[in-house]
Protein backbone atom coordinates (compact mmCIF):
# COMPACT_ATOMS: atom_id res chain seq x y z
CA UNK A 1 0.00 0.00 0.00
CA UNK A 2 1.28 3.41 -1.17
CA UNK A 3 2.29 6.03 1.54
CA UNK A 4 1.59 9.94 -0.47
CA UNK A 5 3.32 13.07 0.54
CA UNK A 6 1.89 15.68 -0.42
CA UNK A 7 3.94 19.08 -0.42
CA UNK A 8 2.01 22.43 -0.88
CA UNK A 9 4.01 23.71 -3.63
CA UNK A 10 2.11 27.22 -4.03
CA UNK A 11 3.02 27.76 -0.30
CA UNK A 12 4.90 31.51 -0.37
CA UNK A 13 5.53 31.11 3.71
CA UNK A 14 4.59 34.75 4.25
CA UNK A 15 7.09 36.38 1.61
CA UNK A 16 6.73 38.26 -1.06
CA UNK A 17 8.03 36.26 -3.96
CA UNK A 18 9.35 37.95 -7.36
CA UNK A 19 7.68 37.01 -10.78
CA UNK A 20 8.97 33.75 -12.44
CA UNK A 21 11.18 32.80 -8.77
CA UNK A 22 9.69 29.28 -6.91
CA UNK A 23 8.21 29.84 -3.91
CA UNK A 24 9.25 28.10 -0.26
CA UNK A 25 7.14 25.46 -1.14
CA UNK A 26 8.51 24.82 -4.71
CA UNK A 27 11.82 25.01 -2.75
CA UNK A 28 10.82 22.15 0.13
CA UNK A 29 9.41 19.97 -2.76
CA UNK A 30 12.93 20.38 -4.76
CA UNK A 31 14.63 19.54 -1.56
CA UNK A 32 13.10 16.66 -0.65
CA UNK A 33 13.62 15.03 -4.23
CA UNK A 34 17.22 16.36 -3.94
CA UNK A 35 17.39 14.06 -0.59
CA UNK A 36 15.46 10.90 -1.83
CA UNK A 37 12.06 10.26 -1.72
CA UNK A 38 12.12 6.50 0.84
CA UNK A 39 10.26 3.35 -0.80
CA UNK A 40 7.04 3.00 -0.43
CA UNK A 41 6.32 6.97 -0.98
CA UNK A 42 4.98 9.07 -3.64
CA UNK A 43 5.65 12.36 -3.92
CA UNK A 44 2.65 14.60 -4.74
CA UNK A 45 3.00 18.56 -5.32
CA UNK A 46 -0.40 19.91 -4.59
CA UNK A 47 -0.94 23.64 -4.95
CA UNK A 48 -3.02 24.13 -1.60
CA UNK A 49 -2.96 22.24 1.49
CA UNK A 50 -5.05 25.26 3.23
CA UNK A 51 -2.56 25.98 6.06
CA UNK A 52 -1.76 28.98 4.50
CA UNK A 53 -0.88 30.51 7.46
CA UNK A 54 1.08 27.86 9.03
CA UNK A 55 4.13 28.33 6.34
CA UNK A 56 5.03 25.32 4.24
CA UNK A 57 3.46 22.14 4.74
CA UNK A 58 3.19 18.67 3.81
CA UNK A 59 0.65 15.64 4.37
CA UNK A 60 0.91 12.18 4.71
CA UNK A 61 -1.93 9.91 4.09
CA UNK A 62 -2.51 5.91 2.49
CA UNK A 63 -5.95 3.89 2.76
CA UNK A 64 -6.60 3.00 6.30
CA UNK A 65 -4.07 4.66 8.40
CA UNK A 66 -4.87 7.75 9.81
CA UNK A 67 -3.21 10.80 8.02
CA UNK A 68 -1.06 14.15 9.18
CA UNK A 69 -0.63 17.93 8.29
CA UNK A 70 2.81 19.09 8.99
CA UNK A 71 3.74 22.90 9.00
CA UNK A 72 5.88 25.40 9.41
CA UNK A 73 8.65 23.84 7.31
CA UNK A 74 11.33 25.10 5.05
CA UNK A 75 13.71 23.56 2.64
CA UNK A 76 16.09 23.19 5.40
CA UNK A 77 13.60 20.57 6.99
CA UNK A 78 13.62 18.24 3.83
CA UNK A 79 15.71 15.36 5.21
CA UNK A 80 13.45 15.34 8.32
CA UNK A 81 10.47 15.45 6.64
CA UNK A 82 12.04 12.27 4.14
CA UNK A 83 13.02 10.44 7.56
CA UNK A 84 9.29 11.05 8.87
CA UNK A 85 7.71 10.20 5.77
CA UNK A 86 9.72 6.81 5.99
CA UNK A 87 8.72 6.12 9.38
CA UNK A 88 5.09 6.78 8.30
CA UNK A 89 5.78 3.90 5.33
CA UNK A 90 6.53 1.65 7.48
CA UNK A 91 3.81 2.06 10.41
CA UNK A 92 0.64 -0.34 9.65
CA UNK A 93 -1.68 2.24 10.65
CA UNK A 94 0.18 5.42 10.03
CA UNK A 95 0.79 5.98 13.80
CA UNK A 96 4.98 6.14 14.36
CA UNK A 97 5.57 6.45 18.16
CA UNK A 98 5.51 10.15 19.37
CA UNK A 99 9.82 9.21 19.77
CA UNK A 100 10.48 7.99 16.46
CA UNK A 101 9.48 10.80 15.05
CA UNK A 102 11.36 13.62 13.49
CA UNK A 103 11.23 16.43 16.17
CA UNK A 104 10.00 18.76 13.25
CA UNK A 105 6.79 16.37 13.09
CA UNK A 106 6.34 16.05 17.03
CA UNK A 107 6.57 20.02 17.25
CA UNK A 108 4.51 21.04 13.85
CA UNK A 109 2.03 18.83 13.48
CA UNK A 110 -1.22 21.14 12.57
CA UNK A 111 -3.71 18.05 12.02
CA UNK A 112 -4.29 14.30 12.50
CA UNK A 113 -6.80 13.03 10.62
CA UNK A 114 -8.70 9.47 11.09
CA UNK A 115 -8.58 7.06 8.58
CA UNK A 116 -11.50 6.32 6.06
CA UNK A 117 -13.82 3.46 6.55
CA UNK A 118 -16.53 2.22 4.42
CA UNK A 119 -19.74 4.28 5.72
CA UNK A 120 -22.64 1.89 6.66
CA UNK A 121 -25.32 1.41 4.10
CA UNK A 122 -28.00 3.95 4.05
CA UNK A 123 -31.23 3.09 5.67
CA UNK A 124 -34.07 2.38 3.09
Known sequence: MAVTLHVCITC???QTIPEGEPTPGARLRDAIVETGVPDGVKLVPVE???ACSQGCSVA???PGRWAYVYGRLSEA???DVVAGAAAYAAAPDGLVPWRSRPEIFRKQSLARIPPMTALPEAAE
Request: net charge positive; hydrophobic share 40%; glycine share 8%.
Open 48 to 50: CLS
Open 12 to 14: RAG
Open 60 to 62: LSA
Open 77 to 79: NAR
